[in-house]
């Protein structure tokens, strides 16, 4: 009796922690709605939505955002045309192509490329690529929409590489082989075979790309020039722009608590959680039916091979990659690079109308060549962002400078209270995150078959997954600092990271559950354990270094993080440790935006906080990486 007691209450426990991602969407909907309501009561929906003008501060305020809006999807769209090209090619060399050493190298350097802290990446292109693009097109600031596209799309990489590897490698060998065998080329079993195959993948992975793109805050504040316009004309690559997020980072820390203003903003963010849920749900959604076509073995009966659509393809297929490189031309023309778009022209010319005289063999090579060279731009990449905050950074560590308190407003003195600060908030966030999200994942893997309650449980954690961190921000603000008045505190920081890296612990901890022998929970069964002891002494433990490898990657994201504490627990300079978690913190993230953007005159602590803050995140990232690819060896051996 006592046993079964214990049980039901075991299980009630774990599905708490399951259904707590499905609250906590819920909480997040209501905050924003309860404090967005107002203006859109106020001003009218489609005048919030269609007004061409963002004016708070005017003597009669503004509420459109319309140019919000059109900016946001104009930055991802650029981002997109920079990210998808190099990403596939990236992906199909190391599906296809790379050997096991390559594959060893590039696989963790482009994870290293998402464990990169965004404020690094705003920091990196605030300095170097807005210059750059200052200095090339001859304008008064680089600041720009090709700036936000160019950073957004090196951000987006390792996200759409990725899952396109993932979907590309998980095509039948047989396929592969069934095209060889009739005659076709490497090149063209990839290109006709393959990729076609993959589509629904690919599909996917660009989708939440672009969700990944939409969401970013810290890295667009710092390098689009932040001017709430439509740029004119509409192409102008290198007009400023202003998008949802960054009118979320720049305006919530200085607006008025209930004002017109403040619940605008709040309208800011319902608009955009509403963009990012409607995408990160249709990418799950396209993922989860690729997934049922293969464990049904119905291919044939996916979305992509309806025979009306599968005639429309053949016939749009020869025009696509024309298409692709007209459009690439077009925003070439939009920044006047007249000479590149006319050699664009002409190369799509050529390629549409001569590839049929071009031996199999030499677009083979071509296009092998076109593959190599986007891995090799993805990791050209990873060391110029590395080696140029490393050059730049080494000079400003000492000893002094990692223990020592800031002062002269950050020129001089040591960053010791933002690492003290980082470490606290990413101790506090794992500590509640981790017992949450293995409690979910067990329940999920353990307790429950596929049905509806787990359809709706993993699409409340998708849904977290997919909320932007800004959002996070907000939602702490409204609820744990207003709401519950907790106030701008270490506590308020610890769980707004949490429930931010919730989703990232119950992911991996339940794909490692998953890993573990069905076998091993039958034969402690049949001797006689319960359900609960079984899972606590033969499934747990087997599973650990997965659980460790999603919390160390969980530190490391939440160590990187701006937008989610800048308004509930940071403060930029302080010569003191808190002393309770109700006390605010400096944290390293937040301490390099402020150097970076309002602090003239502190380049050498600028760059070694960068560095610092980048060490750290890269370490965790790492030690992720290592732990994973140890035990993946152990398990094949």
């Not at 140019?67 to 596939?88: C, W």
């Not at 001859?138 to 936000?148: E, H, V």
């Not at 929970?521 to 354990?529: I, K, V």
């Not at 160590?559 to 010569?575: C, D, K, L, Y």
Request: with cysteine; hydrophobic share 55%; aromatic share 10%.
């Amino acid at each position: 009796m006592v046993l079964r007691l214990k049980e039901k209450f075991v299980r009630s426990v774990f599905l708490f922690t399951a259904f707590f991602a499905v609250i906590v969407v819920a909480f997040i909907l209501l905050f924003l709605f309860r404090d967005g309501y107002s203006i859109f009561e106020t001003v009218g929906v489609l005048n919030f939505l269609f007004g061409p003008t963002w004016a708070p501060a005017q003597v009669v305020p503004q509420y459109g955002i319309s140019a919000l809006i059109i900016d946001t999807l104009l930055v991802t769209l650029g981002a997109m045309v920079f990210a998808v090209p190099l990403s596939l090619g990236c992906a199909i060399y190391i599906s296809e192509l790379a050997s096991p050493r390559i594959k060893s190298i590039l696989k963790p350097a482009t994870e290293l490329l998402a464990g990169i802290p965004s404020v690094v990446y705003g920091f990196f292109g605030m300095i170097v690529l807005s210059t750059f693009i200052r200095i090339a097109f001859n304008i008064p600031s680089g600041q720009t929409w090709l700036a936000g596209s160019i950073l957004l799309g090196i951000m987006t990489l390792p996200t759409i590489i990725s899952v396109s590897e993932d979907a590309i490698s998980s095509v039948p060998i047989e396929y592969r082989e069934g095209s060889l065998a009739t005659g076709a080329t490497r090149w063209q079993t990839i290109s006709r075979v393959i990729v076609p195959a993959a589509l629904s993948g690919i599909a996917a992975a660009i989708i939440l790309g672009i969700g990944r793109a939409i969401g970013e805050t810290m890295a667009v504040i710092m390098v689009t020039g932040n001017t709430a316009i439509i740029p004119n004309p509409i192409w102008n690559m290198l007009s400023s722009v202003r998008t949802l997020t960054g009118t979320l980072g720049i305006e919530t820390g200085d607006v008025a608590i209930g004002s017109e203003h403040y619940h605008a903003l709040f309208g800011v963010a319902v608009v955009l959680l509403i963009i990012t849920l409607i995408i990160n749900l249709s990418a799950v959604a396209i993922l989860s039916r690729l997934r049922e076509g293969r464990t049904a073995g119905r291919a044939k009966r996916s979305w992509l091979h309806i025979p009306a659509l599968s005639a429309i393809k053949e016939k749009l297929l020869p025009y696509s990659r024309i298409a692709v490189l007209v459009f690439i031309a077009l925003l070439f023309l939009a920044i006047s690079l007249w000479e590149a778009s006319l050699i664009i022209i002409l190369v799509a010319a050529v390629w549409h109308y001569g590839r049929n005289r071009i031996s199999r063999r030499h677009i083979e090579l071509f296009a092998f060549g076109c593959v190599v060279a986007a891995a090799v731009a993805v990791l050209a990449i990873l060391a110029i962002i590395l080696g140029y905050i490393i050059i730049n950074g080494l000079p400003a560590i000492s000893w002094e400078f990692l223990t020592q308190p800031p002062t002269n407003l950050g020129r001089s003195g040591g960053i010791f209270p933002a690492i003290v600060g980082t470490l606290y908030l990413v101790a506090g966030a794992i500590l509640i995150a981790l017992p949450l999200g293995v409690g979910a994942a067990v329940y999920l893997v353990e307790y429950t078959r596929e049905g509806r309650i787990t359809k709706l449980i993993r699409t409340g954690v998708d849904l977290l997954n997919g909320t932007p961190s800004i959002v996070f921000g907000l939602f702490g603000f409204a609820f744990l600092v207003l709401f519950l008045d907790i106030g701008v505190s270490l506590l308020a920081g610890m769980i707004t990271l949490a429930l931010m890296v919730l989703p990232t612990v119950i992911r991996t901890t339940e794909e490692s559950l998953k890993n573990i022998p069905q076998s091993l929970r039958e034969g402690s069964l049949a001797l006689g354990a319960t359900q609960w002891q079984t899972i606590r002494n033969v499934v747990i433990p087997p599973a650990v270094p997965g659980i460790v490898t999603g919390a160390i990657l969980s530190i490391g994201r939440a160590a990187g993080e701006t937008a989610p504490i800048m308004f509930v627990a940071v403060v930029f300079s302080t010569r003191f440790l808190p002393t309770s978690l109700f006390q605010p913190v400096m944290a390293l993230p937040y301490q390099l935006f402020i150097l970076s953007t309002n602090v003239p005159g502190s380049s050498t602590n600028k760059y070694g906080t960068a560095l610092v803050l980048l060490m750290l995140v890269v370490a965790f990232y790492a030690v992720a990486i290592v732990i994973r690819n140890h035990y993946a060896k152990k398990t094949r051996g």
